[in-house]
């Protein structure tokens, strides 16, 4: 089973500020990665595919990067509406499907 | 508008069997592939398995085989996940989502959720 590791467990931050999270696989999942965002008492919203494509509607201050085992979502300047919790997800071995752990983006 | 809608609700002894529901609209049903995710009580993401409408072709993570049921009835765009005898440790909230394939396999609808709750 691939297992995908997200840090920091928690990033504290400010609006304006630039995010940056990491999800690091324990092997090569190629460019086959999502990346999802959840706010409190909602489903997650999907945000990025094939690891730099975003997803329709999701503004231009999110982007991902990556390939391999290393990934990158970036948000380039917060907005109060971006503190959320973010998942990135894989399917290299479909159809086995696995999440990462999340990391929980707070207002500083 | 494309959308899933999942039944409401539940509340269940250990050992009750139960039966919940995602229903498509908007989209060929049949088309896409449609999974189950589990969320426990403030924990993350975990995948539980997926089903293809169009020929009922049906795929388990392996911590969830043998544990739940999925399946599709085509004919009303309708997914369910069952449990025949449920657990306390089955206290989640369970979303259905839609599969898109592309280079990923990425879940791009997602439903409001079924919280489904097992105490005695």
């Known amino acids: 089973e691939i297992v995908l590791t997200q840090s920091p467990a928690t990033l504290s931050l400010s609006p304006g500020e630039r995010a940056t999270l990491s999800c690091r696989a324990s092997?090569?999942?190629?460019?086959?990665l999502a990346w999802y965002q959840q706010k409190p008492g909602q489903a997650p919203r999907l945000l990025i595919y094939d690891a730099s494509n975003r997803a329709t509607g999701i503004p231009a201050r999110f982007s991902g990067s990556g390939s391999g085992t290393d990934f990158t979502l970036t948000i380039s300047s917060l907005e109060p509406e971006d503190f959320a919790v973010y998942y990135c997800?894989?399917?290299?071995?479909?159809?086995?499907?696995?999440f990462g752990q999340g990391t929980r983006l707070e207002i500083k | 508008e494309v959308q899933l809608v999942q039944s409401g609700a539940e509340v269940k002894k250990p050992g009750e069997s139960l039966k919940i529901s995602c229903k498509g609209s908007?989209?060929?049903?049949?088309?896409?592939?449609i999974g189950w995710v589990r969320q426990m009580p403030g924990k993350g993401l975990e995948w539980m398995g997926i089903?293809?409408?169009?020929?009922?072709?049906?795929r388990y993570s392996p911590s969830f085989q043998g544990q739940v049921t999925i399946s599709a009835d085509k004919s009303i765009s309708t997914a369910y996940l069952q449990w025949s005898s449920l657990k306390a440790s089955d206290t989640a909230m369970y979303y259905c989502v839609r599969a898109v394939e592309m280079a990923t396999v990425f879940f791009d609808i997602w439903g409001q959720g079924t919280m489904v709750t097992v105490s005695s």
């Open positions: 997800q894989q399917r290299s071995n479909w159809p086995l499907i696995t």
């Open positions: 089903i293809y409408p169009g020929d009922s072709d049906t």
């Open positions: 908007g989209y060929s049903f049949t088309s896409y592939w």
């Open positions: 092997q090569s999942v190629s460019s086959y």
